[in-house]
């Protein structure tokens, strides 16, 4: 029985786990709603397949006894096991559906101690002579089955077989049924500490089996985690958390295709940190970059919708992309810009114009055709940001 797994516990919890122990056969309460879960699910469909098999091995015994009976006893034989057969069909035909997984434990519970009760009274009624040796047989066979078989785990497979034979004990008593407890003590109680012990190797078994899954899982979980870190570093830029230019690019070529086809306006715009240089000569490099993720924190922002990027150009410089945008809207999002860096307050006490951090930035808009190319897009926001600058900065400029 193969199980799913859990990332619920760290490698560390599930070593201690092991080291530990199972001999209780049972995990912490968080870990344990979850595998019983696991378990019910996969119980239920295993017992689709073991249920033929199940009525194979009755069917041999069956055939086996009914062989050896006296005719007068036979009839009464063959209702008392197809009272057992009705139980398993019962618990079969429920395992087929997907709704009653979760109910497994409780209806091949019962199923099992029906089974147990079943035949504890056949065999007390039906012993006769040289053929009780061969009914208490019987009795094995079906305890051993319950234990192993049918998918119980160890302490409600241990509850069914031991329930199972007291409601037959209650009704032998009942009925005044006279019970040959030498050779039941040696078949029933023997069978029954033997089914334990075989639940308990099997339950034992599928969580250990079940921490090893777990630990499958964590590595898949790393695998994964790692992966993502790994494409996030290819497409980011370590220091601001913005696109990188290789990433850029990818975004820019099909935003650009993409406004060509459908014939919708393109923005991009440039952005530069004013006097960044004399704040990295006066604060030193480490506030530079201090610096440098407040102002991808801003930009983020701003380029929050679906298809808008911002990524890191070069040293202080940034590059926006804003799918569908016309130059009006532009415009507006460059004013938006310009307040949310005056709004953060970055002091800069080596600004020729203010004592604050400040950009500049340059916005062209485009619908692109043929005949345009993403380099001369470009050139036309690199212009407009040239224009911004040499007009005193702490401003933006829309090209032509």
């Not at 997907?98 to 519970?109: E, G, I, L, M, P």
């Not at 407890?181 to 334990?196: A, E, H």
Request: aromatic share 14%; with cysteine.
């Amino acid at each position: 029985m193969k199980l799913g797994g859990s990332v619920i516990f760290t490698r560390d919890q599930i070593s201690a786990l092991t080291s530990r122990g199972l001999a209780l056969l049972y995990f912490p309460p968080a870990l344990e709603t979850i595998y019983q879960q696991q378990y019910r699910q996969e119980a239920a469909h295993e017992f689709r397949y073991r249920a033929p098999i199940i009525f194979v091995l009755y069917g041999f015994l069956i055939f086996g006894i009914y062989q050896i009976l006296p005719p007068t006893q036979v009839q009464e034989w063959l209702m008392y096991h197809s009272w057992v057969g009705v139980v398993i069909s019962l618990a079969w035909l429920l395992s087929f559906f997907k709704a009653c997984d979760r109910y497994f434990d409780y209806y091949v519970f019962i199923g099992s101690t029906l089974a147990i009760a079943i035949t504890f009274v056949m065999i007390t009624t039906l012993e006769n002579g040289q053929n009780q040796v061969l009914l208490h047989a019987a009795m094995m066979y079906a305890v051993v089955i319950i234990y192993g078989f049918v998918g119980l785990r160890f302490y409600a497979a241990t509850l069914a077989g031991w329930l199972g034979g007291l409601i037959g004990f209650v009704i032998g008593l009942y009925y005044h049924i006279d019970i040959e407890w030498t050779l039941l003590n040696r078949t029933y109680t023997f069978s029954g500490f033997l089914g334990m012990a075989l639940a308990y190797a099997i339950d034992r078994q599928h969580r250990e089996n079940y921490l090893q899954y777990c630990i499958i899982e964590l590595n898949k979980q790393e695998l994964t985690d790692k992966a993502e870190q790994l494409a996030k570093l290819s497409r980011h830029d370590a220091l601001t958390g913005l696109a990188n230019r290789r990433y850029l690019d990818e975004v820019l070529n099909t935003e650009w295709h993409r406004a060509i086809r459908q014939q919708t306006p393109l923005c991009i715009m440039m952005v530069d940190i004013d006097y960044f240089k004399h704040y990295n000569d006066t604060l030193g490099h480490q506030e530079g970059d201090t610096c440098l993720q407040k102002i991808a924190e801003i930009l983020s922002r701003l380029t929050s919708r679906s298809g808008e990027v911002a990524a890191r150009y070069g040293g202080e410089e940034f590059l926006l992309i804003f799918p569908s945008t016309t130059i009006v809207q532009a415009t507006i999002l460059a004013g938006r810009l310009m307040q949310l860096v005056q709004e953060s307050a970055i002091p800069h006490p080596k600004s020729d114009i203010s004592q604050y951090v400040t950009i500049s930035a340059g916005v062209a808009t485009l619908i692109p055709t043929d005949e345009d190319t993403i380099f001369n897009f470009i050139e036309r926001a690199d212009h407009a940001l040239y224009t911004a600058k040499i007009s005193g900065r702490n401003r933006y400029h829309i090209a032509d």
